[in-house]
């Protein structure tokens, strides 16, 4: 199990440092309900593959530590804290992602899955 849960901590870490820098400015920990004229819809590298790769990350990073200290208890409370967590921001983020950007962002959602299971994100 230390193995696993090292491999999903360490592909975790890694996909939310490669979102970041994928991002570069457009990266925020903070979701604007405005325009930002700095910032862009990101499309390439990680973002070709799941519309949200730093919380796809995170969320791997979060179930990876709990089954690397053995913790089942631990581990699905993570898992279901974080799932509820991140169900609830993508909706809201999405939300806002289709009012600055429309038909751009809804072609992309067609296209481009969450990456974390069972989470769809804005309708």
Not at 108 to 116: A, D, E, H, L, S
């Given at each position: 199990m230390i193995i696993i849960g090292l491999i999903m901590i360490m592909t975790g870490e890694f996909l939310r440092k490669l979102a970041m820098y994928t991002a570069k400015q457009s990266f925020s920990h903070l979701i604007e309900d405005k325009p930002n004229k700095e910032h862009r819809l990101i499309t390439h590298g990680m973002y070709n593959y799941y519309r949200h790769p730093s919380y796809v990350g995170w969320f791997w990073?979060?179930?990876?530590?709990?089954?690397?200290?053995a913790n089942p208890i631990c581990f699905f409370i993570y898992l279901l804290s974080t799932w509820f967590f991140f169900a609830d921001r993508i909706a809201y983020e999405e939300a806002t992602l289709i009012r600055?950007?429309?038909?751009?962002?809804?072609?992309?959602?067609?296209?481009?899955?969450?990456?974390?299971?069972?989470?769809?994100?804005?309708?």
């Open positions: 990073w979060a179930c990876g530590t709990q089954i690397l200290l600055c950007y429309g038909t751009l962002y809804r072609d992309y959602q067609k296209r481009v899955p969450v990456g974390i299971p069972f989470i769809k994100g804005c309708p």
